[in-house]
């Protein structure tokens, strides 16, 4: 059993990929429902600004760090995480485990034609997989009832939402049991990787945690502004909850050198 480690006053839950895999397995042989929380810096920061998505975060039955420096600050402050578990990374691992085994999934998020160009390239990778149905992610906030009983009618057993934040953690926290399904993973910006609309960066850059400044570099004037005050102010809240974890020794002067009289 892994017990939720609790970094920035988020609880996460200090999990592999393949012990990911296995807990969402379990939960569709179980029939029991897995929402899927991912985190990394920017959405730590977001989720202080804003108490909903804190919120729809913190009813995830799974939180994963998403993100290399989650891990990396969870270092620093002590709290144990042994890897990243990118989102995008389990969709794929979660995609290949449903098609052998049989399981139907659900796809919602993206543009329309994004989503199509992604159909077509999962057929490709996983020519057995069921895909049960699909739905772009432009809908209004009153459709979200409708999306939902969509989602159920299909009998998909897992559900990627391709949405960003808050949106699809909103979805999750109010629309995720009604969807029927098993597993409910927000996939964010995933959907457009795999149509081949953006680019993830190389192996390496991953690594070093300079996914960001990859997407950056692709889109400078969307996210330029956005990753700069995000990673500054993750940096900040690190090196803030650093300080506050520290225990402050009292001065003790060096023995024999109080009182002495000359």
């Not at 296995?22 to 569709?28: G, H, K, P, S, T």
């Not at 400044?213 to 956005?226: N, S, V």
Request: hydrophobic share 45%; charged share 25%.
């Amino acid at each position: 059993m892994n017990h939720r480690q609790s970094l920035f006053g988020v609880a996460l839950d200090p999990l592999t990929m393949d012990q990911t895999v296995q807990r969402c397995l379990d939960a569709v042989r179980r029939g029991e429902q897995i929402e899927i929380g991912m985190v990394n810096a920017a959405k730590l920061v977001n989720m202080r600004r804003d108490p909903r998505l804190a919120a729809a975060v913190a009813g995830c039955d799974l939180v994963l760090a998403d993100g290399q420096a989650v891990v990396w600050a969870g270092r620093v402050l002590g709290v144990r995480l042994p890897e990243r578990v990118a989102g995008i990374d389990l969709f794929m691992r979660l995609l290949a485990a449903a098609e052998t085994a049989g399981i139907p999934v659900y796809l919602l998020g993206a543009r329309q034609d994004v989503l199509d160009l992604m159909l077509g390239r999962i057929s490709e990778r996983f020519p057995a997989l069921r895909v049960a149905g699909s739905r772009n992610g432009y809908f209004e906030d009153s459709e979200q009832g409708e999306v939902a009983d969509a989602v159920a009618a299909s009998g998909a057993r897992m559900l990627f939402l391709g949405m960003t934040s808050p949106k699809k953690e909103i979805f999750t926290a109010g629309y995720g049991k009604r969807t029927g399904t098993d597993v409910v993973h927000g996939v964010g910006g995933s959907f457009d990787i795999l149509a081949g609309i953006t680019k993830r960066a190389p192996l390496l850059w991953q690594r070093m945690g300079l996914e960001w400044f990859y997407r950056t570099l692709q889109e400078p004037r969307r996210l330029g502004k956005r990753y700069l005050t995000t990673n500054a102010a993750f940096l900040l809240m690190t090196v803030r909850e650093l300080i506050r974890r520290t225990p402050s020794r009292p001065f003790t002067p060096p023995s024999g050198s109080a009182n002495r009289s000359h």
